[in-house]
């Protein structure tokens, strides 16, 4: 896919597999402690569509974890949303017809942002936010499936 992708500064290795995970599903304050306890730096995520920028500042794995996992449920059930990082908006979101349109928040009331880009696939778009979790799952848990279960 072209034009949205999804990175990190310091650059965190791609994930070496799926992990199923789910927003519910996950013992929130295991993956705080786990965080902490592997004295992670903080990671700077930049979601960059149709060749922009945006980002917002580092934070927690789990933060950004918790950031890239409901990013990725809004995209999966086709929700208009606010693409946030740290709480902050970054993005909106809006779908139409199976595609995603992006819009810049800057400026945005009343009317809404200036679009960025053409459309995006809406699928393609949810595995891209879904590998960028399972590359962060794996940073906070690197021991391996076992030790790395929700």
């Keep these: 896919m072209s034009g949205f992708s ?29 965080a902490k306890a592997a004295g992670l730096p903080e990671l700077d995520p930049v979601y ?10 580092p934070a927690d794995a789990a933060v950004v974890l918790s950031d890239m996992l409901g990013a990725a449920d809004c995209f999966a059930r086709r929700i208009n949303h ?13 779908f139409r017809d199976e595609r995603a349109f992006f819009s810049d928040p800057t400026g945005s009331y009343p009317c809404g ?3 960025i880009g053409d459309g995006f696939d809406a699928d393609e778009v949810t595995q891209v936010l879904r590998r960028a979790a399972d590359a962060v799952w794996e940073l906070v848990f690197p ?8």
């Design 6 to 34: 999804v990175t990190f500064d310091p650059p965190i290795p791609a994930a070496t597999r799926r992990h199923e995970l789910g927003v519910k599903r996950i013992n929130w304050g295991r993956v705080y402690a786990a």
């Design 48 to 57: 960059t569509v149709a060749g922009r920028k945006f980002g917002y500042c």
């Design 82 to 94: 606010e693409l946030t990082l740290c709480g902050y908006t970054v993005l909106l979101v809006e």
């Design 113 to 115: 942002g200036a679009p």
């Design 143 to 150: 021991e391996g499936p076992a030790a790395s279960r929700p």
